[in-house]
């Protein structure tokens, strides 16, 4: 049933590709306001991998401006249709930081886990694997 493992791997990586979304937006956000439109197409353009879809971004940007972590204002300066932009608050710039330390933590954990599979893997290909490492020390919040 090798198939259904592989969509369920799939599913589980879009679930934890948007766990981070509001992070990314959040660091988008820090140098400048911007708009909805102008933030999916800077992540989709330097973060391809993230995938993120206007629905995504838009669910988001509303859930991080209920919580306080952005505000923001209608622009209706350009021709056009008015355009809402966005900025992060001060309580946003604290969640920004709060999500370093998360991701910093989860990215020793990772790099614990391919430290320790390419000496596995090195080992099963006749290579002596390398010293000992102790796991990393998970940061608590």
Same mark, same amino acid.
């Given at each position: 049933m090798q198939h259904t493992v592989n969509i369920r791997l799939i599913l589980a990586g879009m679930r934890q590709q948007s766990r981070h979304l509001p992070a990314f937006l959040l660091l988008e956000l820090l140098p400048a306001p911007q708009h909805g439109g102008a933030l999916q197409t800077a992540l989709n353009t330097r973060l391809p991998g993230l995938k993120a879809d206007s629905g995504a971004v838009y669910r988001a940007l509303l859930r991080m401006e209920r919580d306080g972590e952005i505000e923001s204002r209608w622009d209706t300066s350009n021709p056009g249709p008015a355009r809402r932009i966005y900025a992060v608050t001060s309580?946003? %710039? +604290?969640?920004?930081?709060?999500?370093?330390? !998360?991701?910093?933590?989860?990215?020793?954990?990772?790099?614990?886990?391919?430290?320790?599979?390419?000496?596995?893997?090195?080992? %099963? +290909?006749?290579?002596?694997?390398?010293?000992? !490492?102790?796991?990393?020390?998970v940061q608590g919040k």
């Open positions: 309580s946003g %710039q +604290a969640r920004l930081a709060e999500w370093k330390e !998360d991701i910093s933590s989860r990215r020793a954990i990772l790099d614990y886990f391919l430290k320790e599979y390419g000496k596995l893997t090195a080992s %099963q +290909a006749g290579t002596p694997p390398a010293g000992q !490492d102790s796991p990393p020390q």
